[in-house]
């Protein structure tokens, strides 16, 4: 595989990783890390439902038997 190592084509290579990037200000950081669309939002707020509806649930089982004797 050639890469060409022109300084044409590193300046497009690097203008469009700094494009694809995102903004690297403080108050956009996490933005350009996280999908802040609605359908990804609304995906992770039904994970994290699901995870808590599994965590009352073992909270309400209790605690699991102690093993007694050798396994």
Known sequence: MSVDMSSAAIDTRLRTASRLAGSLRTER???TKLDMSGAAVAARLRTVSDLLAL???LAR???PPAATGPA
């Open 29 to 31: 950081r996490l933005e």
């Open 55 to 57: 965590c009352r649930a």
């Open 61 to 63: 089982k209790g605690p």
